[in-house]
């Protein structure tokens, strides 16, 4: 009973370590899906692309990946502001984003994918740092660190995030860009401009998230697509646009993910994000804190 | 065209494409590469009857396929399973009837996904097909009867029916599924059950109240789609002799068959058949030439492209043409 119990312990704790990084992973896709009603499926290649370019750092000059991640999120916050710009040329202004809108990110989920493949090749990529091996140990308590930092810089930069969002100027426009753009355009602000800095921000996330899951598991091109349904899963079992919500909907998802590896198998865990996402959808499509 | 004439024009030209391969082709990679494409053909049409025709879109088609490969594997490994348990004997089960069974179970799939538009439009049914595809997925990769994760191996049956060799019949069998399916998504086009898929794409709370029971159109339209993916799924394992997930689940699968109906046409029952037989062949030509890795990259920049700059696809294209065409002289 010790050993089931000191077990079902470690695997709350890794869970809700897993869970942080889970948040940085999606809250992207908060601001870009939830916020700016923008289906961004492809959001898992720009993940990997930050992966990769941790990779090369470090690699090369044996820089920190969770610098490199931190230094390179202006390049993809550009990068989004780009993509953003094609977007809405293409697709939002001429009003029909349905099917088209979805395919166009369907189909840059792929090209990255396949690039990196042709780029990388298949094989599992890692980082060297001094943080990933060793473990912080409390009683029968385990905490590894390349799990405990990530978890640790993402609640930093959710918490950021946050804070931009709910004070600063542009931030405010985020959030009312999300509620009535035709409002915002009569108190002078212009809904693109503020989208492409919006959506900018979520690809920006994607360079430090990226650098959060090499350290964690090596990395191939396409485990990206695991997490789509995890994403989205968070995302709207969080309320769409509500930062909190995600953060408790992040923890939830890895927990259960946790406890399924461990007393079930890691086999079975791809299934839980995405069963929770099926039944979230069928059942409570508001999410936990939904409006 | 009225349907009746159009069904028997099709099957002529089935016909008289197998015969005329059989006749003068005697490459069996022709076979190989001729077996894709029409698989492509199959499964962009059933992907067009929900995507264009009804405006759902389905990311799961690797789901579907899949569950009707896997149905034919359980169905060859059956007489097995039954002599050693029960000590029974039965013949090998043919594989036309592999295909009805693999169809009726990806067809039982493609209602339950039906069901779940109840719930859920646009972008969240995009989502969820595929997560469907992901749980399915896992439950295959945990299944052992079938070989897990680590895939497990079909022997072909050392005789071919209607002469030849195995690949030549696999080949005559997804020319027939061809042309059901593009015979199916063209009677569809026309009748009242594709002008009630129509209304239902342009503005579903408009048709709902108009009196379109939208519901039964959406059901039957995920069942026929789902049950078409999955008898294209049902000779896979004969096919590539050996079954395993994650090619089977292939995200290709999916890509391709958005790609296909979206480069084509999703109007019309031709865009899709246009855009299989066109990207089927450059994906064919390319992995032998260049590389398999490239032909998916081509793939992808080719819908990106599409989407942005024509919308509605080949069809579309050609149809604009001809009106200016029209209207200049």
């Known amino acids: ?291 | 065209m009225r349907n009746s004439v159009f069904w028997l024009v099709i099957v002529a030209v089935g016909i008289a494409f197998v015969v005329v391969s059989r006749l003068y082709l005697t490459n069996e990679y022709f076979y190989f590469a001729g077996y894709v494409v029409l698989q492509y053909i199959v499964l962009s049409t059933a992907w067009n009857i929900l995507g264009g025709y009804t405006g759902y879109t389905n990311f799961g088609t690797g789901a579907f396929f899949a569950v009707g490969a896997y149905s034919s594997a359980v169905l060859h490994k059956l007489p097995q399973l039954l002599h050693s348990a029960f000590d029974l004997t039965i013949i090998p089960v043919p594989l036309p009837v592999m295909i009805v069974v693999g169809g009726l179970i990806s067809g039982l799939l493609g209602l339950g996904t039906g069901y779940l538009t109840l719930r859920l439009r646009g972008v969240f049914f995009a989502i969820a097909t595929l997560a469907l595809s992901i749980v399915v997925q896992t439950l295959i990769v945990n299944w052992d009867f079938v070989g897990g994760s680590r895939g497990i191996y079909i022997i072909r049956p050392a005789m071919a029916p209607l002469g030849g060799g195995y690949i030549e019949y696999l080949f005559t069998l997804m020319t027939a599924l061809s042309v059901l399916s593009v015979g199916i998504a063209r009677s569809i086009e026309g009748s009242r059950l594709g002008l009630g898929l129509a209304a239902i794409r342009d503005d579903e709370l408009a048709a709902e109240a108009s009196g379109v029971p939208t519901l039964r159109l959406k059901l039957i339209a995920t069942t026929m789609s789902g049950a078409l993916m999955g008898m294209a799924g049902a000779p896979l394992p004969y096919y590539v002799t050996y079954l395993d997930p994650a090619s089977s689940f292939n995200l290709a699968y999916a890509v391709n068959s958005v790609a296909m109906p979206v480069i084509g046409g999703m109007t019309s029952w031709i865009g899709p058949v246009i855009g299989a037989i066109l990207l089927g062949t450059i994906q064919q030509l390319a992995t032998v030439t260049i590389s398999s890795a490239l032909n998916l990259l081509i793939v992808g920049v080719l819908l990106i492209l599409f989407v942005i700059i024509a919308p509605n696809g080949i069809v579309g294209l050609v149809q604009g043409w001809r009106r200016k065409w029209e209207s200049d002289g």
């Open chain 1, 1 to 291: 009973m010790i050993i089931q119990s000191g077990l079902l312990l470690n695997a709350i704790i890794a869970g809700i370590l897993l869970g942080g990084f889970y948040a940085a992973v999606s809250v992207g896709v908060t601001i870009s899906f939830g916020m700016l009603d923008i289906a961004n499926i492809s959001q898992p290649a720009f993940i990997l692309l930050g992966s990769y370019a941790a990779y090369m750092t470090n690699l090369y000059f044996g820089l920190d990946p969770i610098l490199t991640g931190i230094v390179m999120t202006p390049a993809f916050f550009v990068l989004g502001m780009a993509v953003y710009r094609l977007y809405y040329f293409a697709f939002e202004r001429r009003g029909d984003q349905a099917i088209q809108g979805l395919a166009f990110f369907f189909g840059l989920l792929f090209v990255g994918e396949v690039s990196l493949v042709l780029i990388f090749g298949v094989d599992y990529r890692f980082v060297a740092a001094s943080y990933i091996g060793p473990s912080i140990h409390m009683g029968i308590v385990e905490l590894p660190l390349r799990m405990l930092l990530p978890c640790v810089f993402s609640l930093i930069m959710v918490g950021l995030l946050q804070l931009y969002l709910s004070r600063s100027f542009i931030g405010r426009a985020i959030l009312a860009v999300s509620q009535d753009g035709l409002a915002l355009q009569l108190m002078a602000a212009s809904p693109i401009k503020i989208k492409q800095i919006a959506f900018g921000i979520s690809i920006a996330t994607c360079a430090v998230a990226g650098s959060f899951l090499i350290i964690i598991q090596p990395v191939e091109p396409s485990i990206g697509r695991d997490y789509i349904g995890r994403i989205f899963a968070i995302c709207v079992l969080g309320g769409m646009t509500s930062m909190p919500g995600m953060l408790i909907a992040a923890m939830l998802i890895g927990v259960v993910e946790s406890i399924t590896a461990t007393f079930y198998g890691p086999s079975w865990a791809p299934a839980v994000s995405f069963g929770f996402l099926l039944v979230t959808l069928a059942v409570r499509p508001a999410g936990l804190m939904g409006r």
